[in-house]
C-alpha cells in the first residue's frame, strides 16, 4: 500500500470500523450471519450478545485472523491484511492467557515492541500505564487473571494504535479493576480512539459504553447508543390517592399509568412530581427515578433459541488449542 492509495486518517486519533455483510460458516455451521455495523472514532463501542453470538469469530475476522466466507470487516477503509503499519493502527487483546508462561510480562512487551521497531522506554511506559510495572519483571505463568488482562492491554497499547479492539476485557477484573479499567478506557476515547469491547453482559458495560452492537446467533439484533436503550426518563411516585395524583399531573402536562400500587410518570423531574403532590395535598411515600432493567432488556433482545443451549451437535468442534477451524482459515 503506498502513501498516496492509503486511506487512513492522518489528522484524527481514531479510525472507523466497518462491517459489511460478514459471513463466517464452519462447515454447515453459520457462526456469522451477514453482520453489518460501525463503529465511530472517539467512542466506546459495547459489542454485546450471549455466550456463542459469534463475537469473538467477528473479532477474529477484523484482526485478520480468520478468512471471512463472505462479506467484508474493514478498519479505516481496509482489510487487516492490507494494512501497513498494523500495530500503530489497530490494538488487540483477544485472550488473556496467551502469553509465554515462562518470560516476564516486559519481556514479552519488549519481543512484540522489538518487531515493530517500538524501543523499550515505551514498554515501560505502558507497563506503569497499566499498573503493573514491578509484576511485569515476573513470570507471566504466575500472573492472575486480572494481571494478564492488563498485560494484554498494555501490548495492544504499544503502537500507539487508532483502534483498541478488546474481547471481554473484564473478565477475572475485581470491582476495582473494572472501575480502573472503565477510566482508563474513558482516557483513551477521548484522545479520539476508537474503543470496541465485547461483552456477553449489558449490564456489566452498561457504565462504560457510548454505543452497543448487539448480536445474536451470529446476527444484528441492534445497533444505537446505550442512552437510547435506556428509552424515556420516568419516574416512580407512590401515594395514597394514585388517580388525584394522576389527574394533578395532567394538570401539569404530565402523562402517567398505574403499575400495581405506584404511579409512572413520563418524566425525570422529581422535583415537579414533588410539588405537584404537595399542591394536591397528598402525601409522598415513594420518589425515584425509574431504571432500566437492563438485564431483562438484554434478554428480550437476545431470546429464541440458544444455539449453544440446544441441538448439541448444530455447532461444529472447534479445536481446543489453537480454536482454529481448520487449515483454510
Ligand atoms: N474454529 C471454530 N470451529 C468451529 N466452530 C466454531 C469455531 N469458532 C467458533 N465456533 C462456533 O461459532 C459460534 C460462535 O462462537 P464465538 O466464539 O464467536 O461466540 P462468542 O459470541 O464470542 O461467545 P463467547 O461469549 O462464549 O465467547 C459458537 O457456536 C462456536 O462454537
Redesign the pocket.
Known sequence: MTATTTTTDRTGAGARIEVRDLT?R??S?T??DQLSFSVEPGRITGFL????????????MLLGL?RPTGGSATIEGQRYQDIASPMRMVGSALEATNFHPGRTGRDHLRVLAAATGIGDARVDEMLELVGIPAAARKRAGGYSMGMRQRLGLAAALLGDPKVLIL??PANGLDPEGIRWLRGFLRHLSRQGKTILV?S?MLQEVEQTVDDVVI?NN?RLVKQGRMSELHGDAKTIVRTTDLDALAGALRVADVTSETQDDALVAATDDLRLIGDVALRAGLPVYELRAATTDLEALFFQLTEGTN??LGDES??????AIT????ANG
Request: charged share 25%; net charge neutral.
Open positions: 463466517k464452519f462447515g455451521f457462526a456469522v450478545g450471549p455466550n456463542g453470538a459469534g463475537k469473538t469469530t467477528t473479532l477474529r480468520i474481547d471481554e465485547s456477553h448480536i451470529g444455539r449453544n448444530a455447532a461444529p468442534e472447534r479445536d480454536g482454529q477451524e481448520g
